[in-house]
């Protein structure tokens, strides 16, 4: 049974930084792609950045140059690193293995 468990999440002011992780369970690691997601309040949840099993990396515009998404496959563990956050990240960010596995979410505010 796959599992993902998120964590690292709260409250920055704009400008700081957070990391969240995702440690996974169940099944091979190392061939599943690897995504966070965000959902913010009222708004569709969005793709925030992916990791390919072969380690190719893909973000949304509008993160780019501020997260980094990283895996280490010997922890089964999944990373982003959040640097200068903005109001606009505040969300629920979730954890995602392909082909479709999902967290709980960890909640992620940003105030101005």
């Known amino acids: 049974q796959v599992q993902l468990v998120e964590s690292g999440g709260g409250s920055v002011q704009a400008g700081g930084s957070l990391r969240l992780s995702c440690a996974a369970s169940?099944?091979?690691?190392?061939?599943?792609?690897m995504a966070w997601h965000r959902q913010a309040p009222g708004k569709q949840r969005e793709l925030v950045a992916l990791?390919?099993?072969?380690?190719?990396?893909n973000y949304v515009d509008s993160v780019k140059g501020r997260f980094t998404i990283s895996r280490d496959n010997a922890k089964k563990m999944v990373y982003l690193q959040m640097n200068n956050l903005k109001p606009e990240d505040t969300g629920v960010y979730y954890c995602?293995?392909?082909?479709?596995?999902w967290g709980q979410g960890t909640q992620v505010t940003v105030s101005s």
């Open positions: 995602w293995r392909s082909p479709a596995s």
């Open positions: 169940g099944g091979i690691f190392s061939i599943n792609h």
């Open positions: 990791i390919t099993s072969g380690g190719n990396t």
